[in-house]
């Protein structure tokens, strides 16, 4: 009688490789794995993780490039809406879990497989955004998370996997990373507490630049096209070339504090040195180059976008409907934005745009304007506060 299949989620860190053992010697499955590169990922580290799935005895692997994909359905409408998780954030691990658990679920369907498995804890967001997309994608489909589960501390997967013969780097467990093109999340004991930073052995790009470079940024109608001289097919290309030039100053780097979805708060460490300097020289350029009712609207619908994301409801059809508003207001945002960067810090120096609406044709800010007089300014100011007049007066006459 043949075995029942399984795909699982990989990415090759601690929890997912227990996920191979124990579902394979457990609980009697045929494992099929699966790795989402969404950018995080180089030709080498893509190989050192096929080769951990293969040592681990699983039945098949596959290695599915999303990375484009990624940025064309997900990160270019991050961009477009300027969006950062409470102020701070980038959703580098949030947004990508869309793109994983999609590829994941077509996966499941090709192979016909009985089960899907991902290696999410019972403490955070991954195991709904998995879940949900799952069960909206292959409805019916039996969904097993044995860390979930069986409710298994690092310390207990690391004493199972050893006495199963398992030779893996125990030590990069203490932490738990996940990098993508938009960021790489970093959790350990440091943010397990609401005080504390992550040391600097932790973090995955380690400062090694001194001194200041300036970056010059040119966007076409939104999208990042050219870094400095060089230009790019693809978006994507342009920021994973930028994270180069900026990772090693050490920029981007934070701690998130946010309200997971099921009801508790959590602290990640992250670095996205990239995603924060696109974003803040993409916002920069909106400034000069949108109406202050175009950026006012943007501002709340791409809130309410990146919290829905940020909860796996993707699929929300609403989502398609604010995606086609955001794309609308990018017909003119396109010039070069310029970014001195330092060690630990960054400094966006300003634009150029042939669609800026700072022009001295219609006046020049706290010295003269050419579009109307002051006889002008008079009037409109007369009617502009015209109903709080008559409020403050009717109050007046009122409270007498």
């Known amino acids: 009688m043949s ?192 005080l504390g930073m992550l040391p600097e052995e932790a973090w995955p790009t380690q400062v090694t630049k001194t001194g200041n470079e300036t970056v010059k940024l040119t966007f076409e109608k939104g999208e990042l096209r050219k870094v400095n001289d060089k230009a790019f097919a693809h978006p994507a290309e342009a920021i994973q070339h930028l994270q180069a030039i900026a990772g090693p100053y050490g920029i981007g780097r934070d701690i998130h504090v946010g309200d997971t979805i099921i009801g508790i708060k959590g602290r990640v460490g992250f670095e996205a040195a990239a995603p924060i300097l696109v974003l803040k020289a993409h916002h920069a350029l909106e400034k000069h180059v949108l109406t202050k009712w175009q950026l006012s609207w943007k501002d709340q619908l791409a809130q309410f976008y990146g919290n829905w994301l940020h909860e796996g409801q993707y699929l929300d059809p609403v989502m398609r409907d604010i995606e086609a508003f955001l794309t609308n207001t990018q017909q003119h945002v396109t010039g070069e934005v310029s970014i001195e960067l330092h060690p630990y810090r960054y400094q966006v120096l300003g634009i150029e745009s042939s669609y800026d609406l700072m022009s001295s044709k219609f006046g020049k800010y706290g010295e003269m304007n050419l579009g109307w007089t002051g006889d002008d300014v008079k009037g409109f100011t007369k009617i502009f506060g015209n109903q709080t007049a008559i409020y403050q007066q009717v109050k007046e006459e009122n409270e007498k």
């Open 3 to 194: 075995k029942k299949k399984v795909v699982l989620a990989f990415s090759g860190g601690l929890d997912t490789s227990y996920c191979v053992k124990y579902l394979g010697e457990e609980k009697g499955f045929e494992v099929h794995t699966i790795t989402v590169n969404t950018g995080g990922f180089d030709d080498k580290e893509i190989k050192e993780i096929e080769t951990r799935a293969k040592n681990l005895g699983v039945a098949s692997h596959k290695t599915v490039d999303e990375t484009k994909n990624y940025y064309d359905k997900v990160i270019r409408y991050l961009i477009y809406g300027n969006i950062l998780k409470n102020n701070t954030y980038p959703l580098s691990v949030s947004a990508e879990r869309m793109s994983q658990a999609l590829a994941v679920a077509i996966y499941a369907k090709e192979i016909k497989a009985d089960a899907v498995a991902h290696g999410s804890t019972g403490a955070g967001n991954d195991q709904v955004r998995f879940d949900m997309i799952l069960n909206i994608l292959v409805p019916g489909i039996e969904i097993i998370t044995p860390i979930r589960e069986l409710k298994l501390s690092r310390e207990e997967e690391i004493a199972y996997l050893k006495s199963k013969g398992v030779q893996m780097n125990f030590d990069k467990a203490m932490y738990s990373i996940n990098k993508g093109i938009w960021g790489t999340s970093v959790g350990g004991k440091e943010t397990l507490k609401s």
